[in-house]
């Protein structure tokens, strides 16, 4: 776990944001290539060498006192929200401003090729993601902000498993669909903006390249995937974006 941090040295006041990232590996560092390359990290600081056209659009140049807390974790799932992260949001050194979630998708991934067991899979991650919201809204700060984001596909809507080395699921698609409905719907209940990534991150999976190549920073920055269902360095920059036209959605009603 990677403990809350602050955007700069010496005090800070007990009244200064802090945002803490829940969830699964489109919110961590590590497939990115490294600590402050995630999709997290990036809403929290822009790296200005990879993203100059995001330089200031993030949360420590709306405030430089901004704190961190990247409580999401590799592999994670509902179950790990709700046993691991919330009892870790809980522990922080003071209440949330905002709170970003990414989970559903190793869920679903437990479940493939199964058309029946995934649709029970998607109804337990909206149950899941319900409970684990209204948890959140006890231990945010007055105004505090949650985001949770949708699930990509890899396959940009062809659901050719064959490309991406896996065994044939024709609903595939379809199941990722009925999954984010859930997760919309979850929202929804709880007044929580929704980010967008499926939709951001279409077309930069099987459309421009091989979604399963390993490395983070690849020369193609127009492929956002890699080991098949991770956010390289460049999807790391998608993910931040839809966390931060959620965000700015959310600002402007």
């Known amino acids: 776990m990677t403990p809350a941090c602050r955007a700069q040295d010496g005090p800070v006041p007990d009244s200064a944001p802090l945002y803490a990232a829940l969830g699964d590996s489109i919110s961590i560092d590590d497939y990115a290539g490294g600590p402050g390359r995630g999709g997290a990290s990036l809403l929290f600081r822009n790296r200005d060498d990879d993203f100059p056209d995001w330089r200031g659009r993030d949360l420590v140049g709306r405030d430089p006192t901004t704190g961190f807390a990247l409580l999401a974790t590799d592999g994670a799932t509902t179950r790990t929200l709700l046993q691991v992260q919330l009892p870790r949001l809980r522990a922080l050194p003071r209440r949330p401003t905002l709170v970003t979630l990414t989970v559903g998708g190793n869920d679903?991934?437990?479940?493939?090729?199964?058309?029946?067991?995934?649709?029970?899979?998607?109804?337990?991650?909206?149950?899941?993601?319900?409970?684990?919201?209204?948890v959140i809204a006890g231990l945010l700060a007055p105004d505090g902000r949650v985001v949770v984001g949708t699930v990509y596909d890899p396959s940009d809507g062809t659901g050719d498993a064959a490309r991406l080395g896996l065994p044939p699921w024709p609903d595939a698609v379809a199941l990722i669909g009925e999954l984010n409905r859930a997760l919309r719907e979850a929202a929804a209940r709880h007044g929580a903006a929704v980010a967008d990534v499926a939709a951001t991150f279409s077309g930069h999976g099987l459309d421009v390249g091989d979604p399963t190549r390993p490395e983070a920073r690849p020369a193609q920055r127009d492929l956002w995937f890699c080991r098949l269902i991770e956010p390289n360095a460049w999807g790391a920059g998608g993910v931040r974006e839809a966390f931060w036209t959620a965000l700015h959605a959310e600002a402007t009603r």
């Open 108 to 134: 679903l991934l437990s479940a493939y090729g199964d058309t029946a067991a995934a649709r029970e899979v998607v109804a337990g991650v909206g149950a899941a993601v319900d409970t684990a919201l209204a």
